[in-house]
Structures are given as structure tokens and as C-alpha cells.
């Protein structure tokens, strides 16, 4: 289980850099860290982030990561497509971050 807490400020820290960083926290507040990392449909690679954002921001895989290591996602391995990160989305009885 995550920190929300932790997650919340790391978010908060992450939406203060402007540009790319930002962009990609406020993706990430409509996820979580899937602890432990399992195979799932929401599971994401750095690349379909930077696909999904591509319309609001050219950001790199990279810039990506940095986001998903500072708020604690773990990799997965997909048998398909390789490496993923292992995220699930919040369920709507969550509490949206406040940012």
C-alpha cells in the first residue's frame, strides 16, 4: 500500500515545476502505485504516457520516469510488450488529490 500522503506532496512538488513536469503529475493523479506490481490493462510504458500527453506537451520518456520513480511506481514486466509501469487508476471512492 502507498503513502497517500506522500504521493499527494510528491504530486504537489512535481505540478510547482512548470511545463512537461506538471503535465505528467496531473496525468498521475488520476493513478496510483499497483503494489506489488502485477500484470494489469491499466499498466502503462513510458511511451503511451508521452503518446496519451502529446495533444498538451511533448514530454520525454525520461521526464516520464523521473515522475513515476518520485512517486514510487514500480516496473512490470509485460511478456508482450516488455517493461511497463504498474498502475492502477483510483477508484471514484478515493479522494481526489488536492492540487
Partial sequence: MI???KYQETLRTLLEVPGEQA?????LA?????T???ASGDNMT????????????QCSTN?????????????????YQGYEWAMRPI????NQPSM
Avoid at 503535465?23 to 496525468?27: E, L
Avoid at 513510458?46 to 500527453?53: F, H, K, R, Y
Fill in 3 to 5: 503513502d497517500e500522503s
Fill in 23 to 27: 503535465c505528467i503529475a496531473m496525468f
Fill in 30 to 34: 488520476d493513478f496510483r502505485p499497483m
Fill in 36 to 38: 506489488p506490481p502485477a
Fill in 46 to 57: 513510458s511511451q503511451e504516457i508521452c503518446d496519451a500527453l502529446e495533444d498538451i506537451c
Fill in 63 to 79: 521526464q516520464v520516469a523521473r515522475a513515476m520513480t518520485a512517486l514510487g511506481y514500480r516496473l512490470h514486466i509485460n511478456e
Fill in 91 to 94: 477508484d471514484k471512492q478515493e
